[in-house]
């Protein structure tokens, strides 16, 4: 008999999110802004401890809005890890700027501090002036090393923008990842932890600052009665309909973060005899990542590559995925500067992430344990 298929990680609805989307329909409150786009911000700040969020129509809007934030414009420089989706860099495009790359390192796969330090100091070399902001990424939900990374950036005066994406419900020194630097951004995609069906936020170091994204956001209109811009705007405020969905999703984002953190469990007491194979784990108490993606290292000494493994448990009807590809490795990003070493290019090489949605039951994960004792035999 033809197994289901056991999906990489998927939207999973909690039950009450049907009910705020009513709401919006009821009141026809069908507009990029409305009550359900403020109680979804409300949540998101309390939940996170922030000072104030801003719910947006995308992770990528809210990296983008961040860099403007931060002020980034042409001829700037911005330091990104390598190792990341192409959405954490792209943005710095947009802006005109430059991104320069940086290796990761290997207790959290994130930003390497010491990479991070040496394109400082010789990006200074080469232009003349310090990048403009720093974007390490909490790759899978791990936390990257905080505490250095930004003791660098304050010994150089650079602001940080974290890309939380992957991270909602992550910890770093019991502090939630998005909240630490100068500004966090978020993804509710479809794939993430929680979901508006797509849609993001920026997570603002002031009410101030908020009110500027929230203007930024809805297209730069000054408060005059004609429509009236100083600045260029955009169009990325999250709609009333998408935000009810995020309420509700919030009344099970513990739940599905313990979830997920479950998973995670499930494949380190299963794979743990298996000697090929290492599962990736918090590296020490100060972190505590929401495991988004439970992810493995596949020893290439076994013979196998990730691509075979994945390819073995695609035909067991389990969809598995690669490590992302670093940026310093795709075309578009051929000539951008990187610093550090083959830490990334490794990880890219022998890992591999498998199915980790919070929907998955118990029995969907021994069976991706089993097709993976079978590959590897
Ligand atoms: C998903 C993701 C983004 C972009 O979020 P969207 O909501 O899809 O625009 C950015 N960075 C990382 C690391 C992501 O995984």
Sequence with gaps: MEKNRILLSLAHMGGTEQKWVDEAF???????????????????????????????????????????????????????????????????????????????????????????????IDRYKVTGKYPKAILPVHLYGMPAKMDEIKT????????????????????????????????????FNGNKVITTSGGGALICPSEEAGKRVTFYATQARENRPYYYHEVIGYNYRLSNVSAGIGCGQMDVLEEHVARRREIHSLYAEGLKNLDNIIVFDNPSKDYD???????????????????????????????????????????????APYYGSDVCEKLFEQGLCLPSGSSLTDEDIKRVIEALRKALK
């Design 26 to 120: 009821k009141d026809n409150w069908i507009v990029p802004l409305g009550p359900n786009v403020d109680e979804f911000e409300i949540r998101l700040k309390k939940y996170l401890e922030a000072p104030k969020v801003v719910a947006l129509s995308a992770g990528t809007a809210a990296i983008h809005l961040g860099l403007v934030m931060l002020g980034v414009s042409k001829d700037d420089e911005v330091i990104c890890q390598s190792f990341t989706f192409s959405a954490s860099a792209n943005p710095i495009c947009y802006q005109g700027a430059k991104p320069v790359f940086v290796d990761s390192e290997p207790d959290t796969w994130n930003m390497c501090p010491i990479a991070l330090e040496k394109a400082i």
């Design 289 to 335: 990542s929401n495991f988004w993606l439970t992810t493995i290292l596949i020893d290439p000494k076994c013979g196998i590559t990730p691509d075979e493994v994945r390819i073995a448990l695609n035909e067991e009807n389990i969809e598995t995925r690669l490590l992302w590809r670093p940026m310093h490795m795709q075309p578009i990003y051929k000539d």
């Design 152 to 187: 660098v950036a304050d010994k150089y005066g650079i602001p940080i923008l974290e890309d939380a994406a992957e991270a909602l419900g992550s910890e770093y020194k019991g502090v939630k990842c998005g909240t630490i630097g100068d500004y966090g951004a978020l993804s």
